[in-house]
């Protein structure tokens, strides 16, 4: 019953910097693990951020050190900060939601219909 809206997607220059958010309702937002996925066209969803209500964040290796997953408890939203962003970043990006979610795909019950990010000069 948990409903994620992304938003934020467009066209950015490498270098650039862009910024995802995630608007969540039907649920109780801070029980929720949050998680940013990624596929890019002719690859696998790959999972690359994840927030849980507590403890440090994870990240993939691809995007460690110029990515940050935050959220807003009391807007019920989620953000990626994107930095440093590359050709290769340019993918459907979507959230996702589960109460119990962890690094596997499968785990996540819960998807917003993704937006595009292009990276392109």
């Known amino acids: 019953q948990v409903q994620l809206v992304e938003s934020g997607g467009g066209l950015v220059q490498p270098g650039g910097s862009l910024r995802l958010s995630c608007a969540a309702s039907g649920g109780t937002f801070s029980s929720l693990v949050m998680g940013w996925v990624r596929q890019a066209p002719g690859k696998d969803r790959e999972l690359i951020a994840i927030s849980w209500s507590s403890g440090a964040p994870y990240y993939a290796g691809s995007v460690k050190g110029r990515f940050t997953i935050s959220r807003d408890n009391a807007k019920n939203t989620l953000y990626l900060q994107m930095n440093s962003l590359k050709p290769e970043d340019t993918a459907v990006y979507y959230c996702?939601?589960?109460?119990?979610?962890?690094?596997?795909?499968?785990?996540?019950?819960?998807w917003g219909q993704g937006t595009q990010v292009t990276v392109s000069s």
């Open positions: 996702a939601a589960d109460p119990e979610g962890n690094y596997y795909l499968s785990s996540y019950d819960y």
